[in-house]
């Protein structure tokens, strides 16, 4: 009860100044020519955001949106079967889908498969997504990496799928850069939720901080790209300042 409740009081401001019914559309986010887009689910699609695009090497844009259920033009108030889901454009010359993977499993409790921290309930199921058979032999490569890396933790507790990305439809206005427009807000909600605490719990506090360091310092400042070769790793594309919790 005290996750809804907690969930709630976060989420309730934007009640007053967005229409909740305010409708989506199928894939209508363009992705540039020469970039790559890539789909995760990792529970509350503003924490999806916030972690790619201020963490994320090589991240243009991250989009809130639906993606996996069952009706068509889905929205916050009727999404049924959906997961909420980040949809990321990235940069291949400077970084790949590996590498953001790496980063999304580390902002994953990958042993809660029926929601994630605080949030209960099949829209906060987390997934990984492949739209390709190299994206899945990747993303199949690196759950392995995972379990070798992690040697104490077994396959079958791991509730973090591995599937056929489909159709992403994009949230509402309101949901895009909830982290930057409603700083606040949003950091209560973090905190209160125990987002960071519980992924220092699981993937310990030095995994933590190496992929929640805007200077990746953990890989001497560089990262791999699409093509294999080390650049320098470029964060927080839209230079958002970390947010002091408000008082609610």
């Not at 970039?35 to 809130?64: D, Q």
């Not at 949901?175 to 973090?190: F, R, S, V, W």
Request: with cysteine.
């Amino acid at each position: 009860m005290m996750r809804r409740i907690f969930h709630f009081i976060a989420r309730i401001g934007f009640l007053f100044v967005a229409n909740p019914l305010q409708s989506v559309k199928a894939d209508n986010y363009a992705v540039a020519s020469d970039h790559k887009s890539l789909m995760v689910a990792m529970g509350c699609f503003w924490c999806g955001e916030e972690s790619f695009e201020r963490y994320g090497p090589g991240v243009i844009e991250a989009v809130s949106g639906y993606a996996g259920g069952s009706n068509k033009n889905p929205t916050y108030g009727n999404h049924p079967g959906h997961y909420e889901v980040v949809l990321v454009e990235y940069d291949p010359k400077k970084t790949s889908y590996t590498t953001l993977m790496e980063y999304a499993w580390r902002n994953i409790d990958p042993f809660d498969g029926d929601g994630q921290f605080c949030d209960a309930g099949s829209s906060y199921r987390p997934a990984i997504f492949y739209k390709n058979e190299e994206e899945k032999a990747d993303a199949e490569s690196l759950y392995d990496n995972i379990l070798n890396e992690n040697p104490t933790w077994q396959a079958n507790s791991i509730a973090v799928p591995i599937l056929e990305r489909p159709t992403f439809w994009t949230a509402e206005d309101y949901h895009q850069d909830y982290y930057i427009k409603n700083p606040g807000d949003y950091a209560y909600y973090k905190e209160r939720c125990g987002r960071e605490k519980r992924l220092k719990y699981i993937w310990g506090e030095d995994v933590y901080d190496c992929y929640h360091d805007l200077a990746a310092t953990c890989f001497n400042g560089t990262v791999t790209n699409a093509n294999g070769t080390e650049v320098e790793a470029e964060t927080n594309i839209k230079n958002a300042a970390e947010a002091q919790p408000a008082i609610l």
